[in-house]
């Protein structure tokens, strides 16, 4: 699968200080970094990503957490190169792992990896989520994908 183009929201404007990247946990949005990015966008320019299955980004039913992270890569290098530097990058749980990947398949692009409750990914039984009621902000099957990846890892 292609990268798909991320929904994003900016706060700030460029300064001498590095960008930063946000990155959401499952289920979340990047209008749930609202509180931190404003905070944050005081002295520089701060962007968060809806990822794809959620939010306002494309839902195209595939969500391995390479093309997660191939798709952040492409914002994070759009971000990079606005002001010729990498950009300090923070992620919550999926966002986490997404960062991870991102940071490993491109270092270029990363000045920083900061890194809140991130699942480690380990053979264990799975356990899906049960889905909620109602109407969601992600795409269930992206829940499912991800967990499953969590579970049953890749062993590379």
């Known amino acids: 699968m292609a990268a798909v183009v991320l929904h994003e929201q900016r706060w700030g404007v460029p300064s001498g200080l590095p960008s930063v990247l946000l990155v959401h946990a499952t289920g979340d949005t990047s209008a749930d970094w609202a509180d931190v990015a404003a905070g944050l966008a005081v002295d520089r320019l701060v962007v968060a990503v809806d990822l794809r299955g959620h939010g306002e980004s494309p839902w195209p039913g595939s969500y391995a957490l390479a093309e997660l992270a191939e798709d952040v890569v492409m914002v994070a290098d759009s971000v990079a190169a606005e002001q010729g530097r ?9 966002g986490g792992l997404v960062a ?3 940071a490993s398949g491109r270092p270029d692009l990363v000045r920083r990896l900061v890194l809140e409750d991130v699942p480690v990914p380990h053979p264990r039984d799975p356990r899906p989520p049960e889905r909620p009621d109602g109407d969601l902000a992600v795409d269930w099957e992206a829940v499912l994908q ?9 062993p590379g």
């Open 86 to 94: 990498p950009v300090d990058v923070v992620g919550h749980s999926l």
């Open 100 to 102: 991870c990947v991102l």
């Open 146 to 154: 991800v967990r499953a990846q969590i579970d049953e890892p890749d």
